[in-house]
């Protein structure tokens, strides 16, 4: 069994159980929604206030577009994924850059054959990081397991075979996470026959490698746009659809760049698609991911990022919205 480098003998290994035996117990098909009510009703952030910068136009290790990004809480810093330089869009190879909280570059680690990159998570260990990522690319480019690994600055590893990572969802054939810090959750996105669907764990779970029942899992609603992120504070979930303006990417009025609320207990739109206007006069200005972090004031941000830039110098540019309802 290949292992990835760095964990304890606790988070490795294949999880074959979890979400699918307990649906199969309640009499339930992946594909069935559940709407569990178990997690507690929280504040919710208001998609329609304004949004401030965090920085623009900042550089990464390779000049292709960043895909998500993830904070680790403890230690201060921000991880971009991007698109490896000079690979194949179905090949799922990763630049990790990793930087702080002014966008500036700090170290790389590249990931081959992991995934699409759409989502990730940066958990804080000791005084370094866990990433927490898709692993085993299909032939598309995503990927078919969850895998955490430790960050490592200017190295390059291969992904682990599937067998040898995680998937907590029974029959799942795509897996991608996002981390919420507040509340202590993870969120985990995967697909099946029957379409995406969304299931959310205690990050415990991830912590220790142990899975069982999700605490909620239902299928993704319908949100026309085409995807670029997700994460969850809360019992809210936020999904982020849109494009890159055309052509040669020049500003052209606000763009189609919508964030999305659900309801993790009903598995329905609370609010919007709402369009937001962060960046709007940044050239290309693709969104591309979504997170949560809180200050140490206490201020809780979801992030919302955009590949801006032109072609062949492509930077990362993140933007936050705070106020809560």
Not at 112 to 132: C, E, M, Q, R
Not at 218 to 243: A, E, R, V
Request: a neutral charge; aromatic letters at 12%; one cysteine or more.
């Amino acid at each position: 069994m290949n292992r990835t480098p760095g964990l304890p003998l606790s988070r490795r290994g294949l999880i074959r159980t979890g979400a699918g035996a307990s649906l199969a117990a309640l009499g339930l098909g992946v594909g069935a929604q559940t709407a569990s009510a178990a997690v507690a009703t929280t504040k919710r952030f208001d998609l329609t206030e304004p949004s401030y910068d965090l920085f623009r136009s900042k550089d990464t290790h390779g000049a292709r577009v960043q895909q998500s990004f993830a904070f680790d809480w403890v230690n201060k810093f921000l991880f971009v994924a991007t698109k490896r330089t000079d690979s194949a869009e179905s090949a799922g190879d990763l630049c990790i850059n990793k930087m702080d909280f002014d966008g500036n570059y700090i170290s790389y680690m590249h990931l081959n054959g992991f995934g699409h990159g759409v989502a990730f998570a940066a958990l804080p260990s000791g005084s370094g990081t866990d990433l927490w990522i898709e692993c085993a690319a299909n032939d598309n480019g995503y990927g078919t397991a969850l895998t955490p690994i430790r960050y490592t600055a200017n190295t390059t590893l291969g992904s682990p075979a599937a067998s040898a990572a995680y998937r907590p969802i029974s029959g799942a054939t795509e897996y991608t996470c996002s981390v919420d810090p507040v509340y202590q959750r993870m969120i985990v996105r995967y697909n099946t026959s029957a379409g995406k669907r969304i299931a959310v764990y205690p990050l415990s779970a991830f912590q220790t490698g142990s899975f069982g029942s999700p605490l909620v899992d239902f299928q993704q609603p319908t949100i026309s746009g085409t995807p670029q992120g997700y994460t969850l504070y809360g019992s809210y979930m936020y999904y982020l659809t849109g494009d890159a303006y055309p052509g040669d990417g020049t500003p052209t009025g606000d763009g189609n760049s919508y964030v999305t609320s659900i309801d993790i207990n009903t598995g329905t739109v609370e609010q919007g698609p709402v369009l937001t206007k962060a960046g709007s006069t940044l050239q290309y200005r693709e969104p591309e991911g979504l997170a949560i972090y809180r200050t140490d004031a206490g201020e809780a941000r979801l992030f919302i990022g955009f590949a801006t830039g032109v072609e062949g110098d492509r930077r990362s540019s993140i933007f936050y919205k705070n106020a809560l309802v």
